[in-house]
């Protein structure tokens, strides 16, 4: 990718406070020539309900990790949506990212027997469509921002997919992404205060953006307001378990029996090893497993912002009590729909580049239905609407 494409994603306003990434004014256009991409694992809500989040999760992920290992960067906008990721990309990088999208869903199919639901489509068809994807980024951490998306550009893209009218080609039978970073190996992340709590918001069709942008500021205030600020991941809840359910998972990027083996073996090796530093708290070489899990807590994608706000809290009774109040107030007013879905842990999908470096990412969802289960309740509140007009 040539030196226009990490300008502008350099560029774009990053901001500071998570209040205000509904206010879509600080959001900067795509440049024309780029593309959206956007992934979903179809029947995801089944897959879940028989136990198969941490592959669900494994294959949204894998999106992303496969774009940065294919381009060498991750100066790109990106999002992780529990059961799909989206992506943006300049135009150069299209037809590579259209491979790259293509080879994921082959390793879905063949690796988990999950079917992943791929396609692109240039900035200019959404525009064109009446929308926009308009991006900005939240500064997670110093060495981390996340991407934010907004101008419905997004959704539009989304809705187009499952509707069956975006697609890619097939990828060759041996075409497997290169999914180095990616893991799974923390084991579901008990909740602190009572419940873990994912959160969907998305405007009406008629909600002004300074109506919904004043409701993203409210939910992120009283989060803010909650114990430990609602953050689902901690120091204390962050213990490694020897084996971790999830390595098997994680062997499935070998091709074969033969590679598949290797890496289950060498994972188990590495596990252990894991295990050994994070209980014994004592640094390994340049590593200091105690820093390692600060630097987690503060890269990790709880909340985000992606034509719609998502949050996964850590929270009790009457925070929950409070955020339902403000959404439903919301709904009433015509601002919002929303879904919500309860759960007493969460889910940590890690895209480490490097265990030298604090800009290793990680992506949270809610350990039983998340995001996934949020959305049923949203559809229907969607569905409701319609049915009234």
């Keep these: 990718m040539d030196a226009s494409t990490s300008d502008f994603y350099d560029r774009i306003p990053t901001l500071d406070r998570f209040e205000d990434v509904g206010d879509i004014g600080r959001y900067v256009s795509l440049p024309p020539g780029w593309h959206v991409g956007v992934a979903d694992v179809e029947n995801s ?101 996340f991407a934010l998306f907004g101008g419905h550009g997004l959704h539009w893209a989304e809705t187009e997919l499952k509707a069956g009218r975006l697609d890619i080609p097939e990828a060759a039978p041996d075409a497997w992404p290169d999914l180095t970073g990616l893991s799974c190996r923390w084991e579901p992340i008990r909740a602190r205060n009572g419940r873990i709590l994912s959160l969907i918001a998305v405007p009406m069709p008629e909600a002004s953006d300074t109506d919904f942008a004043q409701l993203v500021a409210r939910i992120s205030e009283i989060a803010n307001a909650a114990p430990d600020r609602a953050v689902p991941v901690s120091a204390d809840n962050m213990e490694p378990v020897f084996p971790p359910s999830g390595i098997s998972i994680e062997a499935h990027k070998g091709r074969n029996p033969v590679s598949y083996a290797a890496n289950y073996a060498g994972l188990v090796v590495m596990s252990a090893l894991a295990w050994i530093i994070f209980r014994s708290h004592r640094r390994f070489g340049k590593f200091d497993p105690d820093h390692y899990k600060d630097m987690s807590i503060l890269n990790s994608d709880f909340r985000k912002f992606d034509d719609g706000l998502r949050m996964t809290l850590d929270c009790d009774a009457s925070v929950e009590a409070a955020l339902r109040g403000v959404l439903e107030e919301a709904r009433e007013a015509g601002t919002a729909n929303y879904g919500i879905h309860v759960q007493d842990a969460a889910l940590m999908t890690c895209l480490v580049p490097s265990l030298m470096s604090d800009d290793h990412m990680h992506f949270i969802d809610g350990a039983s239905g998340g995001y996934a289960q949020a959305a049923v309740m949203l559809k229907e509140q969607v569905a409701g609407l319609a049915r009234a007009a």
């Design 45 to 145: 809500t089944r897959a879940i309900a028989a136990g198969r989040y941490k592959a669900v999760n494994m294959v949204g992920a894998s999106v992303i990790a496969g774009m940065m290992n294919r381009l060498k960067t991750r100066r790109f906008p990106f999002a992780f949506g529990g059961d799909g990721a989206s992506i943006a990309v300049p135009p150069e990088a299209a037809e590579v990212a259209a491979d790259t999208m293509a080879e994921v869903r082959r390793y879905a199919q063949d690796a988990l027997d999950l079917t992943l639901r791929v396609g692109m489509v240039p900035v200019e068809d959404i525009r064109a469509a009446g929308h926009d994807v308009r991006v900005a980024r939240f500064g997670a951490s110093p060495d981390m921002s």
